[in-house]
């Protein structure tokens, strides 16, 4: 079985695609048989990573049901990572029918990699979340920009809503939980044991599995501000989440895209390449 990881977080442009490739870069760098997937059909650009520009299959051909998603994969030119590109997908995640959307979960979850990497594409849709919570690994990226913080906030905030009601009708939610309401996700696990709800032990059992990992993005030296945010997330959140790490912002990122290399494949002594390898080590 694959070891998932998804990469969500509201906000465009924060990073989840060069965290995405290069995080795949490393894992493949130590061993580990990795798959990429662009699941940002509406605006791929996963490809252009590995300087991919007229790729010959790719997850469109699964999708009008040509190939089987193993004939979609193609190699990249690091030993041992694979990609489920996308240059050829035309319209959003969201507009692809909902069985078309199960039956890729099925098959991706049955794909024989040590680690699937899958790229979200940004927004808070529910098919988002929907692929995100497939992942064993699902890690939020945001910067510190305020605008990145809402929407990351927007997002955890609609993965917790989803995970509370995989255990507990909406009618019984009702009243105390709406999208958009801040409710903290302890408070809804308080109040069904106070009511002594059958509900309860369900929720705490699925509670008790969940882990959602954070990273912060395109840092610079804005520590304090990170430790912050982390600690606002904890608190609001609890003990699902996990920070893992941040990756340092590096002027000579775009570059490293426009030359069509992978960062991680350039000079290691950087902080950048640094902060991706300790966030990788939470996934080894
Ligand atoms: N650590 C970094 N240092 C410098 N530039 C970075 C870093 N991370 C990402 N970038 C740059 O920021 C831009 C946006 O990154 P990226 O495409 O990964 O964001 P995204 O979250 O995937 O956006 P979208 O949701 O629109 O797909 C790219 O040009 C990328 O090279
Ligand atoms: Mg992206």
């Known amino acids: 079985m694959p070891k998932i990881i998804a990469t969500g977080g509201g906000k465009g442009g924060v990073g ?3 965290f995405s490739a290069n995080a795949g870069g490393l894992l493949s760098m130590v061993g580990k048989r990795t798959l990429l997937i662009d699941l940002d059909t509406g ?45 050829n997908c035309s319209t959003d995640l969201g507009n692809i029918p909902f069985s078309m959307r199960n039956l890729l979960q099925k098959e991706i979850k049955k794909l024989r990699y040590d680690y699937i990497i899958i790229d979200l594409g940004a927004g808070t849709n529910r098919y988002l979340i929907d692929f995100f919570l497939i992942a064993d690994f699902p890690i939020v990226l ?44 302890v408070e809804i696990l308080e109040r069904l044991f106070n009511e002594k709800s059958t509900y309860y032990e369900d929720l705490k059992t699925n509670f008790d599995k969940f882990k959602l990992y954070l990273a912060a993005s395109q840092t610079e030296n804005s520590s304090e501000a990170i430790k912050n ?15 893992t790490g941040s990756v340092p912002f590096n002027a000579e990122a775009k570059s490293f895209i426009s030359q ?25």
């Open 16 to 18: 989840k695609s060069f």
């Open 43 to 87: 605006g791929p650009n996963l490809h252009s990573f590995f300087g991919i520009t007229n790729p010959k299959t790719g997850l469109n051909d699964f999708l009008s049901q040509k190939s089987s998603i193993e004939e979609c994969i193609l190699e990249t030119k690091f030993e041992r990572l694979f990609i489920l590109n996308s240059k």
């Open 142 to 185: 945001f910067t510190t920009d305020p605008l990145s913080l809402e929407n990351s906030f927007r997002f955890v905030h609609k993965v917790f809503i989803h995970k509370i009601m995989e255990s507990v009708p909406y009618k019984k939610l009702s009243g105390f939980l709406t999208e958009g309401s801040s409710v903290r996700p």
């Open 229 to 243: 945010i982390v600690s606002f997330y904890k608190k609001f959140f609890g003990e699902n989440i996990t920070f």
């Open 260 to 284: 069509r290399k992978l960062f991680v494949s350039g000079p290691k002594n950087n902080a950048t390449v640094k902060g991706l390898m300790e966030i990788v080590k939470f996934l080894l």
